[in-house]
Nanobody, 114 residues
């Protein structure tokens, strides 16, 4: 399975962006779809998770500002980001997890200016 992340860009603080992660295969086969991010000099951190059943979970730093959703028909996962802050600046990666397998997308840059 290949994952293609898109939608990153430059946005002012307080703005919004929607990231997309398009999979070449059936995302319903994965237990969870996830978004991670990595800022320069930092470790990659988990931002949001959506399970096959649609249950979501978020890092404390983005709760109330980000939402994650999946469109199984389009094999696409979305990360809607609102009220963006400069500290949200990072490369955002999507990932697909199932027992024994993990797949990563190539990353998309999000830059939030103050």
């Amino acid at each position: 399975v290949q994952l293609q992340a898109s939608g990153g860009g430059l946005v002012q603080a307080g703005g919004s962006l929607r990231l997309s992660c398009a999979a070449s295969g059936n995302i319903f086969s994965f237990d969870t779809m996830r978004w991670y991010r990595q800022a320069p000099g930092n470790q990659r951190e988990l931002v949001a998770v959506v399970t096959r059943g649609g249950v979501t979970n978020f890092a404390d730093s983005v709760k109330g500002r980000f939402t994650i959703s999946r469109d199984n028909a389009k094999n696409t996962v979305y990360l809607q980001m609102s009220s963006l802050k400069p500290e949200d600046t990072a490369v955002y990666y999507c990932a697909a997890f199932r027992v024994g397998s993990t797949f990563w997308g190539q990353g998309t840059q999000v830059t939030v200016s103050s």
